[in-house]
């Protein structure tokens, strides 16, 4: 078992407070967007061996188990992270795995450098995750009913959103979602930014279920992507609960501290609240326009005192220890590779003890005990895969 050196990754829509406080470090002032955990060979974790990636580089077998090897190579399928949004992220949405392999092969034939602004697919692999919230957190999830949709632009009084309203109401639910978002997202951009600005004043004054929209509108002035956004549903989570992003599921993360876990892939086409590319055409082919409640997981206990968000994917496995004082160690062996991140209160975790944002990698099959210290209930969130 070795204990986890991370990288802050400093992007912009990072808080600049959120996780120093979960550290019980000093703020820098500048923002902290993510904590990585994890191989990714552009931020790995670095143990005493070296760079987590080559570790597992050099004996795969060893560190992942055999198992894991058969079913997903040689290298560890998931990235671990401590994200901090302090602003909205852009709304995005990640391609399913046939569509990754489609599209890096096509990008790769047509030689544009993996660096290239305009470059959608970095590798072939898809990027579900899940966010679990560990403050109250917001984002944007799935689709509205487009009846719902309606309701909440024509709430807004605008003249110019009108037609938005009318197209809503005159097609079936996907050929109406389609149909809206190809709309706002290749409008001519003066006459969007006006119509955004309107849309904006009108969220501000009027307030409750278009707050959201109004802070969106604030950090993203004009941007069509605040229209776009509307088209969506705002989820609240609470301390513990997550939310799962498949592929083709618009979304967006709006404020709060979370954790994510996702399947190791930098696939991901926006469709506003950037500045970056917008490929509208291969947006559209990747989307899914299914409107739908976006369901919020809780844990579901399990044997052990494990309690695991249940997810359709294998590259990754979330759960949680709560750990209570003066309880026997709980028995943390697994025969997949683990990393251990405790989240609240102090934890030993074999040998090693370890506070908030702390973390561990645990080989495959290598034994392992749990238990709190200093008298506090102690939070372990558990990331590994499904074999």
């Avoid at 090897?69 to 391609?95: D, E, M, N, W, Y």
């Avoid at 602004?117 to 072939?124: E, F, G, L, V």
């Avoid at 919020?296 to 209570?324: C, K, M, N, Q, W």
Wanted: proline fraction near 9%; glycine fraction near 8%.
């Amino acid at each position: 078992m070795d204990r986890l050196s991370n990288t802050v990754r400093p992007y912009a829509w990072g808080s600049t407070t959120a996780i120093p406080e979960l550290l019980g470090v000093a703020p820098t002032g500048e923002p902290q967007a993510e904590l990585w955990m994890g191989a990714h060979p552009g931020a790995p974790s670095r143990l005493e061996r070296g760079p987590l990636n080559e570790v597992i580089a050099a004996d795969p077998v060893r560190e992942l188990g055999a198992a894991a090897v058969r079913k997903f190579g040689p290298h560890l399928p998931f990235l671990f992270k401590i994200l901090a949004a302090g602003t909205p992220l852009s709304l995005q949405v990640h391609p399913d795995l046939a569509q990754a392999q489609q599209g890096y092969a096509t990008e790769e034939r047509a030689h544009i450098p993996l660096d290239a602004p305009h470059r959608n697919y970095k590798d072939a692999n898809h990027k579900p995750e899940l966010i679990c919230a560990l403050t109250p957190f917001e984002g944007l999830c799935g689709f509205r009913t487009p009846r719902d949709t309606a309701e909440l632009i024509a709430g807004l009084g605008v003249d110019s959103l009108k037609p938005y309203v009318d197209l809503l109401q005159a097609h079936p639910e996907e050929a109406a979602l389609r149909e809206l978002l190809t709309a706002v997202l290749t409008a001519d951009r003066e006459e969007m930014a006006a119509t955004v600005t309107e849309a904006a004043v009108a969220a501000r004054h009027i307030g409750g279920p278009y707050a959201p929209y109004a802070e969106i509108a604030h950090h993203f002035p004009g941007d069509p992507g605040v229209i776009a956004a509307m088209l969506l549903n705002h989820v609240r989570l609470e301390p513990g609960e997550a939310m799962f992003l498949g592929a083709g599921v618009p979304h967006a993360y709006i404020n709060g501290l979370g954790i994510e876990i996702m399947a190791n892939s930098d696939n991901v086409l926006r469709c506003g609240l950037t500045p970056k590319h917008v490929d509208v055409p291969e947006l559209l082919r990747v989307v899914r326009f299914d409107a739908d409640d976006p369901a919020v997981l809780r844990p579901e206990a399990s044997e052990r005192g494990e309690e695991v968000y249940d997810t359709p994917i294998d590259e990754f496995r979330l759960s949680r220890y709560v750990l209570a004082p003066d309880a026997a160690a709980s028995d943390l062996t697994a025969d997949t590779p683990q990393i251990l991140l405790c989240t609240a209160g102090r934890v030993t975790l074999g040998e090693l003890d370890l506070g908030p944002g702390e973390s561990v990698f645990v080989p495959a099959g290598e034994e392992l005990a749990g238990s709190a210290t200093n008298g506090d209930t102690g939070t372990v969130f558990r990331a590994t895969v499904v074999i």
